[in-house]
């Protein structure tokens, strides 16, 4: 099937541009066309597996990528929440296949994000050492460019239960550029000066270090629902606000429960797509899109 082109023009209205970009996801592939099961002006989710979506997308869209892929860790071993054992089994979509399969799994949806992010564009993947070393490697073969691993510490993390090795309390980010000669967009001041109260590394006025350190999502944060694996808000707001800028395209092929939507509108001028398998995950996305939409409209 033959590309669209997509002309410089085209970025100049990025209402007119995130629209544009949904009707051709649909209309891409004409067969089996796939539309998205929540829309508005500034915020797409498909109820879709995200390789199904991204083979959609035109070449050269997106301007940022945040990817919290499965860590594949789901495999029967028990962790501690609030004083209890409980299975650390997240569900299904996380159970490893075994080291190559997941490498291949991870080869195919990092290749997509390549092809579709712009020149400039670049991408984060979360993750720990089940899953962010396969994806750092595949990052370096498939040609991106890695500007930062960030360490985000977890001040409150879980205890270990075995008491037989360290505590893990850190998840990796890696910040990686799609061509290593195109100029990316980093917000270097408002890292440097910007107000980070919950952060008790950061040292106002001083350059943002990579080692990050924030709580685990509040019980606030959880009041229409849980996810498993839910990233704190505080995380994702200062990744947006450090690597997009006004009208930029988000995308996100893991939504979960939608942080990186929920921030994307927070920061505001930002618009997003995002995919998830799981209905009750983009059932909970789009509560916490409406209430957030409704208080900003009381506000305004
Ligand atoms: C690690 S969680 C993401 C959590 C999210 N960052 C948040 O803060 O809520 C990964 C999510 O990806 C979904 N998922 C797994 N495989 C998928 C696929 N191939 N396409 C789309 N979603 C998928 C899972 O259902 C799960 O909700």
Same mark, same amino acid.
């Given at each position: 099937?033959?590309?669209?082109?997509?002309?410089?023009? &085209? +970025?100049?209205?990025?209402?007119?541009?995130? &629209?544009?970009?949904?009707? +051709?996801?649909?209309?891409?592939?004409?067969?089996?066309?796939?539309?998205?099961?929540?829309?508005?002006? &500034? !915020? #797409?989710?498909?109820?879709?597996?995200?390789?199904?979506?991204?083979?959609?997308?035109?070449?050269?869209?997106?301007?940022?990528?945040?990817?919290?892929?499965?860590?594949?860790?789901?495999?029967?071993?028990?962790?501690?929440?609030?004083?209890?054992?409980?299975?650390?089994?997240?569900?299904?979509? &996380? =159970?490893?296949?075994?080291?190559?399969?997941? $490498?291949?799994?991870?080869?195919?949806?990092?290749?997509?994000?390549?092809?579709?992010?712009?020149?400039?564009?670049?991408?984060?993947?979360?993750?720990?050492?089940?899953?962010?070393?396969?994806?750092?490697?595949? %990052?370096?073969?498939?040609?991106?460019?890695?500007?930062?691993?960030?360490?985000?510490? =977890?001040?409150? #993390?879980?205890?270990?239960?075995?008491?037989? !090795? !360290?505590?893990?309390?850190?998840?990796? %980010? /890696?910040?990686?550029?799609?061509? =290593?000669? #195109?100029?990316?967009?980093?917000?270097?001041?408002?890292?440097?000066?910007?107000?980070?109260?919950?952060?008790? $590394?950061?040292?106002?006025?001083?350059?943002?270090?990579?080692?990050?350190?924030?709580?685990?999502?509040?019980?606030?944060?959880?009041?229409?629902?849980?996810?498993?694996?839910?990233?704190?808000?505080?995380? $994702? @707001?200062?990744?947006?606000?450090?690597?997009?800028?006004?009208?930029?395209?988000?995308?996100?092929?893991?939504?979960?429960?939608?942080?990186?939507?929920?921030?994307?509108?927070?920061?505001?001028? @930002?618009?997003?797509?995002?995919?998830?398998?799981? %209905?009750?995950?983009?059932?909970?996305? /789009?509560?916490?899109?409406?209430?957030?939409?409704?208080?900003?409209? $009381?506000?305004?």
């Amino acid at each position: 099937m033959k590309k669209k082109v997509v002309r410089e023009n &085209d +970025y100049l209205n990025s209402d007119k541009v995130f &629209d544009k970009l949904v009707s +051709y996801i649909s209309k891409n592939g004409v067969q089996n066309a796939i539309f998205p099961i929540f829309k508005t002006k &500034d !915020f #797409a989710l498909y109820n879709n597996d995200c390789l199904e979506v991204m083979t959609r997308f035109p070449d050269n869209y997106i301007d940022m990528v945040f990817a919290d892929p499965p860590y594949m860790l789901s495999n029967n071993g028990f962790t501690c929440q609030n004083g209890r054992m409980v299975s650390v089994n997240k569900g299904k979509w &996380d =159970k490893s296949k075994g080291f190559e399969q997941d $490498l291949n799994f991870h080869e195919e949806w990092i290749s997509e994000c390549k092809r579709i992010l712009k020149p400039s564009g670049t991408i984060w993947i979360s993750g720990t050492y089940h899953s962010i070393y396969q994806c750092g490697y595949l %990052l370096q073969k498939l040609g991106f460019h890695i500007l930062n691993d960030i360490t985000w510490f =977890k001040p409150n #993390a879980s205890p270990n239960l075995s008491c037989r !090795f !360290f505590t893990a309390s850190h998840e990796t %980010l /890696i910040w990686a550029r799609k061509d =290593k000669n #195109a100029k990316h967009y980093f917000d270097y001041k408002s890292m440097k000066e910007g107000h980070f109260p919950e952060d008790q $590394l950061k040292k106002e006025k001083s350059q943002m270090r990579s080692v990050w350190s924030l709580n685990t999502p509040s019980s606030a944060e959880k009041e229409f629902g849980k996810h498993p694996t839910q990233k704190p808000l505080a995380l $994702l @707001r200062r990744i947006i606000k450090a690597s997009t800028k006004d009208g930029d395209i988000i995308f996100d092929p893991f939504n979960g429960g939608g942080t990186t939507g929920i921030a994307s509108v927070q920061i505001s001028n @930002r618009k997003y797509i995002g995919c998830e398998i799981d %209905l009750k995950f983009i059932n909970l996305t /789009i509560k916490k899109y409406q209430s957030l939409n409704m208080t900003q409209k $009381l506000f305004n």
